[in-house]
């Protein structure tokens, strides 16, 4: 079963089985992730003959599907689409090989599922619109036709990562940019700007990227860019990763050299010196599907012919591993980095340097369930103490394709001596990814959050759900959601910056669809024409 198209677009998450009550396990912290159901299983059953023994069916289910992961909870999803999903998780099984295990009977499980399922989950409210704005965006609508999309104009976008680099902030640019991934097309662009005007520069095609990292590995002082190339726009096990490095070649495209391949599906690449021998190291998520994904380190140990050799090491075996931000995130001046698990793993964890490149886990956010759908992590200092917390994203629907009202954008905050806490910042069906910023010019971090759904769904018109909101943190921890469009459920990707330098935040997102829709869309930036108070 997979969770496809991820930024991932990239996630999957594997349904197991049963748990009536499931808690975020969090160091320092614990909450309620879904609403507890309290069972009398003496009031479901009955004595006769035909009545299903839910005692029973409970240890069962409880023993089979606990086994290896979590079990999400009945009323994850409503009780229509539980037969569906009993039956994926018999079918794993049997793929598995294993024979261990003692099985239920299937028909049964179903039914267990039914009689403890809701017959419909309440859906979020949608955002009302606001006749006075406390911020005034200018929506402009940017066509990758012809200039990114030259030979193929009628190619959906399928833009799975836009990043912005600062010339200020990075070495080697001599123009602030957004790099754009197309994992549909295979095209990595480059997005500069003057003024309000896209100027489209450099641009090559690979196979599937869906990130990039800055790095020099040349150490020429000039920037070039790691891609996180899938190999395959479906989700599947096989061997056509790579990790490419692209150094500018000229005015309008990069040198492409290829750095790891023979990987599974390869989401995210940072970069170094976690071993501290003064050399820039790698560090790769190898999403994979169902028999690949690992996280590894690439350590370098030669640099022949002005490109870098390295030796690989696994750190992680577990897949579904979207990003892997680094950072020295416990402030000891050692190299870290943050891990966000998918698929039936659900956990964002802190990966601790010891200083020699070998690794301390600690979680910080487990939700303890396979039918979370995490989405993506980014990092930012959002009460400005000095230290960097998570924001956090749970909304792929990319199985059961049923909204729920617990997808959110969640603060793990950082506590300190090691202790996190979350909580939630605001709710939105899809959601895919979220990153921070000052919007409103307050001096606090706000949020941008997109969704992408991108298919019809039965319970609910997508016309009606917001797409694109900002999370206004009104006072310290609390924020107030704010509309920028509705029914345009197509965004994997958003981006915040100055891109005009006119000295606020605008916003930038990227489509990402099955089919190309006239007028093209396939950027779209909130141009933030609001006055920052001095």
């Known amino acids: ?137 200018q929506h402009a609508k940017v066509s990758l036709v012809p200039t990114v999309y030259p030979t193929t104009p009628d190619a959906p976008p399928g833009v799975a990562n836009l990043t912005w680099y600062d010339a200020s902030k990075h070495a080697g640019l001599d123009e602030s940019l957004i790099l754009g991934c197309d994992m549909k097309s295979g095209v990595v662009f480059e997005v500069k700007f003057k003024q309000q005007e896209l100027v489209f520069s450099r641009q090559v095609t690979l196979n599937n990227p869906c990130h990039s990292t800055l790095t020099d590995l040349d150490h020429d002082g000039i920037a070039d860019f790691l891609i996180a190339d899938l190999g395959s726009f479906l989700p599947e096990d096989h061997k056509k990763g790579r990790v490419v490095w692209l150094r500018p070649a000229s005015e309008s495209t990069f040198s492409v050299e290829i750095l790891l391949d023979n990987m599974g599906r390869i989401t995210d690449i940072q970069t170094g010196d976690f071993n501290g021998d003064g050399q820039i190291d790698l560090i790769v998520a190898e999403f994979g599907w169902r028999d690949t994904g690992n996280v590894w380190m690439l350590t370098q140990t030669n640099f022949e012919d002005g490109v870098p050799e390295f030796s690989k090491r696994r750190i992680d075996d577990r897949h579904g591993v979207i990003h892997i931000p680094s950072i020295d995130i416990n402030q000891d001046g050692q190299m870290d980095f943050v891990s966000v698990v998918s698929q039936e793993h659900e956990t964002v964890e802190l990966f601790l340097n ?132 509705k029914g345009n459920c197509n965004h994997s990707t958003v981006v915040v910056a100055d891109f005009d330098r006119d000295g606020d935040l605008d916003i930038a997102s990227a489509q990402f669809e099955d089919a190309a829709i006239n007028p093209r869309s396939d950027i779209s930036i909130w141009w933030n024409n609001s006055i920052i108070p001095q």
């Open 354 to 485: 010891r200083g020699d490149g070998t690794f301390r886990r600690q979680s910080v956010f487990s939700a303890n369930s396979p039918v979370w759908g995490s989405t993506g992590i980014d990092l930012t200092d959002f009460d400005s103490d000095g230290d960097m917390d998570i924001l956090y994203t749970n909304g792929d629907i990319f199985d059961t394709f049923y909204i729920v009202p617990y997808h959110a954008a969640h603060w793990i905050e950082n506590k300190g001596n090691g202790e996190w806490e979350s909580k939630v910042l605001g709710n939105l069906p899809g959601i895919h990814r979220a990153v921070a910023g000052d919007l409103d010019g307050d001096g606090d971090q706000d949020v941008v959050c997109c969704s992408l759904i991108s298919r019809p769904l039965d319970e609910v018109s997508t016309e009606t759900l917001d797409s694109v909101i900002w999370l206004e943190q009104t006072e310290k921890g609390e924020f107030t959601p704010h509309s920028l469009e």
């Open 1 to 137: 079963m997979s969770k496809s198209l991820k930024h991932k677009i990239c996630d999957i998450w594997i349904l197991q089985c049963f748990c009536v009550t499931l808690i975020f396990s969090i160091s320092g912290c614990e909450e309620d992730s879904f609403e507890k159901i309290d069972i009398d299983i003496a009031k479901l059953s009955t004595h006769s003959e035909s009545s299903l023994d839910l005692q029973r069916l409970e240890a069962e289910v409880q023993h089979f599907c606990g086994d290896c992961h979590a079990s999400p909870p009945p009323n994850a999803i409503p009780k229509a689409g539980w037969a569906t999903e009993v039956d994926i998780m018999f079918k794993l099984y049997e793929e598995s090989g294993r024979n261990d295990l003692k099985v239920p009977r299937k028909g049964e499980v179903i039914e267990y599922y039914r009689r403890l399922a809701p017959e419909s989950i309440a859906l979020p409210t949608p955002i009302e619109p606001e006749e006075n704005p406390s911020l005034k965006f």
